[in-house]
């Protein structure tokens, strides 16, 4: 713990708070409270899996490699209604909970801490409520998305508005890029959250149901690309779905995932989804209105490459 954090400790020990996360997206959250002070009695994060060469390593959870590192209690329950971690965890008499990119949380789990379950979701609110806030927003070219803390209620990411900061979107972005902007921005508004609910100083805001967008789970079938659009489209799917689960096509009849384009707005003769190379140096696809080029591409069983390497290295069989 840092100089400031042990300062701050005795400040924070009445607010009890529990922290639940898994991935590295929610590791700033924890550590934002952590540094400053706040007393998280416990974290809560996925089991353990088997990975790796083999299936024989044993893979942890972001959140929980940040936890062991800090001393941190930790709880992974299979079941969110197991009566034994229902007990655990009203043994632990929290506050608070705090909830960073984890899962549905029973009525039982969330309805809990006195203070209630603050969320923290990826877009402005109500705008893209569900799993890909961030994928969707880039592939449907906004400009702008953010982030939202609201308290959790029966329907998902449906809660009283507690807190939003906008982030703008370049736009040659990819979801990567706005993630980990995204991941620094959260945090801040995690412990702003959380220092006002201590204070008892907010006033939550309704969602306007007006304003509602989706943002539902995204699968590898719908992650192929669409050369039957305008280019201004095809290159926001593609950065979009950059870098995981990634916009894919075919060459040679053979799958090749696209990380990263660029755009060309040109009038052309060729039928949309057409490859044209040179075999050297470009490799690009017709659209309705110009061509993508591909930057970055992978083929199965081979590593990520830029679009010169894939060429010096790659034997089409014909012409294009």
């Known amino acids: 713990m840092s100089k400031f954090a042990a300062l701050n400790k005795m400040r924070h020990m009445s607010l009890r708070i529990v922290f639940m996360g898994t991935p590295e997206f ?3 959250s924890l550590d934002v409270l952590v540094e400053n002070g706040y007393n998280v009695v416990a974290v809560i994060t996925s089991t353990d899996k088997m990975g790796g ?8 959870s972001a959140v929980k490699r940040y936890a062991l590192e800090k001393g941190l209690n930790i709880l992974q ?9 229902i007990e655990k965890l009203r043994l632990l008499k929290a506050d608070l909970q705090v909830v960073v990119a984890f899962r549905m949380l029973p009525v039982v789990v969330w309805d809990m801490p006195p203070k209630g379950t603050i969320n923290l979701h990826g877009s402005l609110l109500p705008k893209y409520r569900g799993a890909a806030p961030i994928h969707w927003a880039v592939m449907n070219g906004e400009k702008e998305t953010g982030v939202t803390t609201f308290l959790l209620q029966h329907e998902i990411d449906t809660g009283d508005i507690l807190m939003k900061a906008p982030l703008p979107i370049g736009e ?7 993630h980990d902007k ?3 921005l959260g945090a801040k508004i995690v412990l702003k959250s959380v220092q006002t609910i ?3 100083d907010y006033k939550l805001q309704p969602q306007d149901n007006a304003q509602v967008s989706r943002a539902p789970k995204i699968f590898h079938e719908t992650c192929k690309i669409d050369f039957d659009q305008t280019t201004q489209v095809v290159h926001n799917f593609i950065r979009g779905l950059s870098p ?3 916009a894919w096509t075919t060459i040679d009849e053979v799958e090749v995932k696209v990380f990263l384009s660029e755009k060309e707005i040109i009038n052309h003769q060729h039928t949309e989804g057409q490859l044209v190379t040179d075999g050297k ?5 017709a659209t309705k209105d110009g061509f993508i080029h591909v930057l970055e591409i992978k083929m199965a069983g081979k590593r990520k490459m830029g679009v010169k390497d894939f060429l010096n290295g790659y034997k089409f069989s014909r012409l294009y």
């Open 281 to 285: 140096s470009f490799l690009k696809f």
């Open 26 to 28: 929610a590791v700033p």
């Open 244 to 246: 995981f689960p990634t």
């Open 198 to 200: 201590e204070k008892g």
């Open 77 to 85: 329950p299979k079941n969110l209604k197991n009566p034994d971690f």
């Open 172 to 178: 040659n972005d990819t979801t990567g890029m706005v």
């Open 53 to 60: 060469r083999g299936g024989k390593k044993v893979l942890q």
């Open 182 to 184: 995204m991941m620094a």
